[in-house]
Structure formats: structure tokens, C-alpha cells
């Protein structure tokens, strides 16, 4: 029945010879695409739930939202060929602005999470240089430790009670304007950020909102990707929140303040690459990577501490065996960036914190031309390009398929001898932004997988350093 009806609206969508039709359909609520889980949570789990069992067999399923072909990939062997094997035949937005990142391309404009190609491939380095390896974290280590043992003296201080994901916020909002400006205390100078990033969120993963939108556009006499007036007012509130920022701090952001490349923080050396002056730091890149941080940059670090904190209190022989390491360590007597790489409990923690509690919880890309593939059974398939790929990253790191019967336990015991590098690899676990998908194939290849070692910092460690004096 499912079937006849996938074919009817394939027929009426124009999708006509349907490639996918010897993979398994499922019928899903038409979601609008791959929104946030948050605001939308019933529909959405039930349709990705869906998904996922329709694809216990061969790996893969499938559905229509809104026209679009949606491929759902359950299995990591899959997950493999498609995000691995393929990375150059997908891309993170594609050349559509219709699908689930054109609100929020209409909002915050050029920054990494709406670009594609070069420009994508080209700033996705410049963040993983910014915040994803040894120097960048060894060069704010010390006021990284600072920001850490202030936020949980307040946290003491305080109490937690409901303040507390406010808390977690600002200590988040602290660390990442850190590594991106040298900034210590950005929470204090963000405050009225918070209406401007809600309503942000809000429209960005609101099922609704695009129906607002199209007809907004169409009294108007717009076409459908052209911002409305809503877009453009949040665009500019936004703006400003950004450019305030940067302009308060134009001594840090001033790329001629100091000499070598290494002293420069993340957009000082952007400001610096990009032609950015004394006179005149914020370029249109550095622009670009502020709004980047405002949008991305501190929702995932909060969500995680704030997961931390419920399972040490939840798993307090944890919580025990984590202070014994570090008691056992030399933290004390030296706080150093390379001992955090060897406290293997710690490590365990967070990844198992990471595995369970994945605060970027889905992924999707576009494919930019035909992609063939495998399914378990070993039958052929070709994914065209008007369908979308999607992966519940929390689906994957719970399938006890993957992970075992006990795979929805917290439990860091179980990375006893794991190497999460290979994992990933593997693609039974996906934690960070190595999933690139903006067509760069030196980010997830099997060259780059092997070319990952100790020295490659990842989320996991920077985790580890934010939080590390709340376990003292
Ligand atoms: C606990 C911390 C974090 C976790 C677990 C996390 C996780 C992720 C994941 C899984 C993705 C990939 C999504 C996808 O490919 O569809 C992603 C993308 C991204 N994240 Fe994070 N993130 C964290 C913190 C941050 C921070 C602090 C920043 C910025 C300052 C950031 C900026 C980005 C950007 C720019 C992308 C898009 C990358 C691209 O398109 O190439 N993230 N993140």
C-alpha cells in the first residue's frame, strides 16, 4: 500500500522512474525537512523512528517530505559509502534554497553552515584551525583554565537550581569567544543576544514559518528565496549583535597589534589573512565566522554540560573514578594541555557523554549528482540528485546493532580499548563536524582517517578542557 502511494507521489512530484523504489519506504509526517527534534519533537521523532525501522534490514529507507526524496542511512557501512566514499558527490546546502537551511540562510546570511563549495571547503578550514587542533587550545589554555574555574566557583556560589542552563551558557558562550577573540568574559557583553538567538531558532525550525514566509513573499510580489520583512528586521538585530561585539573588542580583533601569526586569536588572524587593518579589522570574512559563532558556536557546548552534569549526578561512582584519575594524576601540580590527553577515564566520559547525548542529534546533505551505492542485501542502487541523505546520529550511537543490548546505558567502561578515532572511521559514531559534507574530500576520507592522530585535537578534548576543574 505504502508503495502505491510513494509512486502516486512520485508521479505527482515529477519523480517519475523511481530509483529508489526497490528500497524500503516509509511514511513520515511531512516535516518540512530535517528540523530541530526540539520544536517539533512528536513528528518528528515519530517520522526519523520510522526511518530507522523501516531500514533494519537493508540499512537504508526512504520517504517524501514536501516532494523531496529523503534517504534515510541506518547502518555505518552505508553511512560509510555515502559520507566517506562519496564525500565528493554530496554537499551540505546544495544549490537549493528551498529545503530545511533556506530560513536560516535568509537570516544569518554568508557564515560556514550556509555556504557551499569553495567558500564552505575554505572557511570549514579556517574553523578547524580556529578551533579544532593543539595550538589554537594550547594558546588559550591558561585562560581557558581561568573561564573553567570561575564559572564552576559561580556554580558553587550560586547554585545551580533554574539558572542553571543560563549558567552553563554563559560558561559556554566564555570558552568559544575565547578561542574566537581572546575575549574572557563574552557572556557579560552578550545579554542581548538572547531574545534575537530565540526568535533565530524559532523561525529557523518552525514547520510553519516557510508557509508564513511563501506567502509574505507572494503578497508581496517576492520571489520565494528573497528574505521577508521578518528575516530582514532579525537579520539586522543580529547584525548589530555581532558588529557591537566586535567593535567593543577592536584591540583584540586588530590584526596589527601583534606580530606573529601564532599570537593572533581565531578572527584576528582572519582579520589579518582577509586584508583587515588597524583602521578597518572587521572584513566580510571575519563577519562571516562572528556570525558563524553566534548562531553555532554555543548551543552544543551547553547542551553537553548540561548532560555532564545530570549523568556524574545520576552515575556518582563515575563521578568517584573520575576524581580518583585526576587525584592520581599530576593535574594538580601542573595543569597542562598534554596531561588531559592522558587521563583515559576522562577521555571515556566524555565520549561516552558525546555517544549518547549528541547535542547536533541529526545530519543531512544534498547530493550533487547521482551517487551509487550498496545496500546490505547487495543490491544496487543510484541516489539522484534531487533526493537529500539524512543520518539520526543519535539513532546510530543507541542502535544496539551497533552498540550492543546495553547501547542506551551510560556507561564509559565500554571505550576501554577503543580507539574513537577508528570508530568514527568506522562511522559508528559521529560526534563532530568531520562530516564536512561541503564537498571536501580531505575532511572524512579514508586517507584523512588515517592521518588522524594523537596530535588532532577533536570536540572531545575541547570538552575536556572546559570542564575539567568542575570535577576537581
Ligand atoms: C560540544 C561541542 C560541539 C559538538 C558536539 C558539535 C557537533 C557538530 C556536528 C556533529 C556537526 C556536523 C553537523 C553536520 O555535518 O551536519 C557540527 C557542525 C558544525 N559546528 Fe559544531 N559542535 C560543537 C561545537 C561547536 C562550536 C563551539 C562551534 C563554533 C565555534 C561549532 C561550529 C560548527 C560549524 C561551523 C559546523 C558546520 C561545519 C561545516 O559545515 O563544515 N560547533 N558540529
Given at each position: 500500500?505504502?508503495?502505491?502511494?510513494?509512486?502516486?507521489?512520485?508521479?505527482?512530484?515529477?519523480?517519475?522512474?523511481?530509483?529508489?523504489?526497490?528500497?524500503?519506504?516509509?511514511?513520515?509526517?511531512?516535516?518540512?525537512?530535517?528540523?530541530?527534534?526540539?520544536?517539533?519533537?512528536?513528528?518528528?521523532?515519530?517520522?526519523?523512528?520510522?526511518?530507522?525501522?523501516?531500514?533494519?534490514?537493508?540499512?537504508?529507507?526512504?520517504?517524501?517530505?514536501?516532494?523531496?526524496?529523503?534517504?534515510?542511512?541506518?547502518?555505518?557501512?552505508?553511512?560509510?559509502?555515502?559520507?566517506?566514499?562519496?564525500?565528493?558527490?554530496?554537499?551540505?546546502?546544495?544549490?537549493?534554497?528551498?529545503?530545511?537551511?533556506?530560513?536560516?540562510?535568509?537570516?544569518?546570511?554568508?557564515?560556514?553552515?550556509?555556504?557551499?563549495?569553495?567558500?564552505?571547503?575554505?572557511?570549514?578550514?579556517?574553523?578547524?584551525?580556529?578551533?579544532?587542533?593543539?595550538?589554537?587550545?594550547?594558546?588559550?589554555?591558561?585562560?581557558?583554565?581561568?573561564?573553567?574555574?570561575?564559572?564552576?566557583?559561580?556554580?558553587?556560589?550560586?547554585?545551580?537550581?533554574?539558572?542553571?542552563?543560563?549558567?552553563?551558557?554563559?560558561?559556554?558562550?566564555?570558552?568559544?569567544?575565547?578561542?574566537?577573540?581572546?575575549?574572557?568574559?563574552?557572556?557579560?557583553?552578550?545579554?542581548?543576544?538572547?531574545?534575537?538567538?530565540?526568535?533565530?531558532?524559532?523561525?529557523?525550525?518552525?514547520?510553519?514559518?516557510?508557509?508564513?514566509?511563501?506567502?509574505?513573499?507572494?503578497?508581496?510580489?517576492?520571489?520565494?528565496?528573497?528574505?521577508?520583512?521578518?528575516?530582514?528586521?532579525?537579520?539586522?538585530?543580529?547584525?548589530?549583535?555581532?558588529?557591537?561585539?566586535?567593535?567593543?573588542?577592536?584591540?583584540?580583533?586588530?590584526?596589527?597589534?601583534?606580530?606573529?601569526?601564532?599570537?593572533?586569536?581565531?578572527?584576528?588572524?582572519?582579520?589579518?589573512?582577509?586584508?583587515?587593518?588597524?583602521?578597518?579589522?572587521?572584513?566580510?570574512?571575519?563577519?562571516?565566522?562572528?556570525?558563524?559563532?553566534?548562531?553555532?558556536?554555543?548551543?552544543?557546548?551547553?547542551?553537553?554540560?548540561?548532560?555532564?552534569?545530570?549523568?556524574?549526578?545520576?552515575?556518582?561512582?563515575?563521578?568517584?573514578?573520575?576524581?580518583?584519575?585526576?587525584?592520581?594524576?599530576?593535574?594538580?601540580?601542573?595543569?597542562?594541555?598534554?596531561?588531559?590527553?592522558?587521563?583515559?577515564?576522562?577521555?571515556?566520559?566524555?565520549?561516552?557523554?558525546?555517544?549518547l547525548h549528541p547535542p547536533i542529534p541529526t545530519t543531512a546533505r544534498a547530493i550533487d549528482r547521482?551517487?551509487?551505492?550498496?545496500?546490505?542485501?547487495?543490491?544496487?542502487?543510484?541516489?539522484?540528485?534531487?533526493?537529500?541523505?539524512?543520518?539520526?546520529?543519535?539513532?546510530?550511537?543507541?542502535?544496539?546493532?551497533?552498540?550492543?543490548?546495553?547501547?542506551?546505558?551510560?556507561?564509559?567502561?565500554?571505550?576501554?580499548?577503543?580507539?574513537?578515532?577508528?570508530?568514527?572511521?568506522?562511522?559508528?559514531?559521529?560526534?563532530?563536524?568531520?562530516?564536512?559534507?561541503?564537498?571536501?574530500?580531505?575532511?572524512?576520507?579514508?586517507?584523512?582517517?588515517?592521518?588522524?592522530?594523537?596530535?588532532?585535537?577533536?570536540?572531545?578534548?575541547?570538552?575536556?578542557?572546559?570542564?575539567?576543574?568542575?570535577?576537581?
Amino acid at each position: 500500500m505504502l508503495q502505491i502511494i510513494s509512486a502516486a507521489l512520485c508521479t505527482f512530484f515529477g519523480f517519475r522512474n523511481n530509483p529508489l523504489a526497490d528500497i524500503p519506504y516509509a511514511s513520515c509526517f511531512p516535516t518540512l525537512g530535517l528540523l530541530s527534534e526540539k520544536w517539533s519533537h512528536d513528528f518528528y521523532s515519530t517520522s526519523m523512528r520510522a526511518l530507522f525501522n523501516a531500514a533494519a534490514e537493508e540499512g537504508i529507507s526512504w520517504t517524501l517530505i514536501g516532494g523531496v526524496p529523503l534517504v534515510y542511512l541506518r547502518h555505518p557501512a552505508l553511512i560509510r559509502q555515502v559520507f566517506v566514499k562519496n564525500a565528493e558527490s554530496i554537499s551540505r546546502c546544495g544549490t537549493q534554497t528551498r529545503g530545511p537551511f533556506g530560513t536560516g540562510k535568509r537570516i544569518i546570511r554568508s557564515a560556514l553552515i550556509t555556504a557551499d563549495g569553495d567558500v564552505a571547503r575554505h572557511w570549514h578550514a579556517d574553523m578547524t584551525r580556529g578551533f579544532h587542533n593543539r595550538p589554537a587550545m594550547e594558546r588559550f589554555h591558561w585562560k581557558l583554565i581561568s573561564i573553567a574555574t570561575n564559572h564552576v566557583q559561580k556554580l558553587r556560589d550560586i547554585g545551580m537550581g533554574d539558572n542553571l542552563q543560563s549558567l552553563l551558557q554563559d560558561y559556554a558562550m566564555d570558552a568559544v569567544w575565547c578561542l574566537g577573540l581572546g575575549l574572557e568574559n563574552a557572556s557579560q557583553c552578550t545579554r542581548e543576544w538572547q531574545e534575537p538567538f530565540a526568535q533565530y531558532v524559532q523561525m529557523a525550525a518552525s514547520m510553519s514559518y516557510p508557509l508564513h514566509h511563501t506567502m509574505m513573499n507572494l503578497m508581496c510580489g517576492r520571489d520565494f528565496e528573497e528574505p521577508d520583512y521578518y528575516e530582514n528586521d532579525l537579520h539586522e538585530r543580529i547584525e548589530n549583535c555581532v558588529l557591537q561585539l566586535l567593535e567593543a573588542n577592536s584591540d583584540l580583533l586588530n590584526p596589527e597589534a601583534v606580530e606573529t601569526l601564532e599570537q593572533m586569536n581565531f578572527l584576528q588572524r582572519i582579520s589579518h589573512e582577509t586584508g583587515g587593518s588597524a583602521a578597518q579589522p572587521i572584513t566580510p570574512d571575519v563577519l562571516a565566522h562572528a556570525r558563524q559563532i553566534f548562531s553555532h558556536g554555543f548551543p552544543a557546548p551547553t547542551l553537553l554540560l548540561l548532560w555532564a552534569l545530570r549523568e556524574l549526578t545520576l552515575y556518582p561512582e563515575v563521578k568517584q573514578k573520575l576524581r580518583t584519575e585526576l587525584q592520581e594524576s599530576d593535574w594538580h601540580h601542573r595543569q597542562e594541555l598534554q596531561l588531559l590527553s592522558k587521563l583515559p577515564y576522562l577521555n571515556a566520559v566524555v565520549n561516552e557523554l558525546l555517544r549518547l547525548h549528541p547535542p547536533i542529534p541529526t545530519t543531512a546533505r544534498a547530493i550533487d549528482r547521482p551517487l551509487n551505492m550498496q545496500t546490505q542485501s547487495g543490491a544496487s542502487l543510484v541516489i539522484p540528485v534531487q533526493a537529500r541523505v539524512a543520518v539520526s546520529l543519535a539513532m546510530l550511537h543507541q542502535d544496539p546493532y551497533v552498540w550492543g543490548e546495553d547501547a542506551s546505558q551510560f556507561r564509559p567502561e565500554r571505550w576501554d580499548g577503543l580507539l574513537p578515532n577508528t570508530i568514527e572511521g568506522e562511522c559508528n559514531y559521529v560526534h563532530v563536524a568531520r562530516l564536512s559534507g561541503t564537498k571536501c574530500s580531505n575532511i572524512l576520507t579514508d586517507e584523512s582517517i588515517q592521518n588522524m592522530d594523537d596530535g588532532m585535537f577533536s570536540a572531545r578534548d575541547e570538552l575536556v578542557m572546559d570542564k575539567q576543574t568542575s570535577w576537581n
